[in-house]
């Protein structure tokens, strides 16, 4: 791995990709993550995840502030420099609806400054949150259907509590995390030049308007017909915790009980679109994370 110095290269900047499937990993600014370490630590863990793929044909875009130092990295992961303030106004935010709009402004501009590096409007795209895993066969199946180009949404994935040696199923797993749709890049407003930009930036912030933009242009989805990612709850960077913060320092809620309705509900006001109702936990039913778990996500075998 290279180590990275904390500032983007010309190269980097002025690169273009012909990679058919594309990871996309936006990071917020450094000043609003309260652990550095383990920012760090949970993007490693990204990487080595990523790194398992089957099929090397991909290229990852890790979309950040030029501060930002980013762990050593493979030369087919590239970093994309946006120079943006950091997200400080969240705790000013009178309801719900205004914080998270604050939250897919961030994000969504992170996502276009990536999108911007990929010149190929049929190449796939997967958002991934710095947080998260994937399965080590994602590149190979969505490649192998090139006869049908076409959306993938993640139906079946696990969420898994940081440091824990299980995982739970979860059943509608796009509804849940952000982790969950993989793309042709024109399947977004943004690339298609659709809208207005800054309708086109709150889509890209929230992964289930970009699904339900899709339906609107007759562009078509299909579930994975694998378990595609993983769900990471409980480090102390996670939105969840933020979220519980901000509602605590004293955010009106539009819609009574929210928080207590759980963390499922999350995702869902991350988007601001109204998909489908779920998703559902297996919480009776812990999968123990063995060797295969382990090689397909983690990237590593069990020690």
Partial sequence: MTPDTG??????????????F?????????????????????????????????????AVYVACNPEQVLPPHEPYVHRVDIDLPPNTQLTKAKTMEELYDMIRND??????????????????????????????RLVEFVLSQEG????WLVKKGYSWISGSNHVYEVEGFHRLCGTSIVVPAHYYAYVRKQGSI????????????????????????????????????????????DVQRLTADGISLKKPGM??????????????????????????????????????????QTT
């Fill in 107 to 136: 994000k969504g501009q992170r996502i276009a400054a990536a999108l911007d590096v990929i010149n190929d409007e049929n190449a796939y795209v997967m958002v991934v949150d710095d947080d998260d895993f994937v399965s080590s």
């Fill in 22 to 58: 594309n990871f996309i990993i936006p990071i917020r600014h450094p000043e609003t993550v309260s652990n550095l370490r383990e920012q760090q630590r949970v993007l490693i863990d990204l990487l080595r995840s990523i790194d398992a793929q089957t099929d090397r044909r991909f």
């Fill in 259 to 300: 928080i207590e309705r759980g963390i499922a509900k999350i995702g869902r006001m991350l988007t601001g679109a109204k998909l489908e109702e779920g998703p559902k936990t297996r919480q009776d039913y812990p999968i123990e994370i063995e060797t295969n778990l382990m090689r397909e996500f983690f990237g590593r």
């Fill in 198 to 241: 800054r309708d086109s930036i709150q889509e890209l912030g929230g992964h289930r308007a970009v699904v339900d933009s899709a339906h609107r242009n007759k562009l078509t989805f299909r579930h994975l017909p694998f378990h595609g990612a993983i769900y990471r709850l409980g480090h102390s960077n996670a939105s969840q915790s």
């Fill in 7 to 20: 500032t983007a290269s010309t190269v980097e900047k002025e690169m273009r990709t012909s990679a058919p």
């Fill in 148 to 151: 049908e180009k076409t959306g």
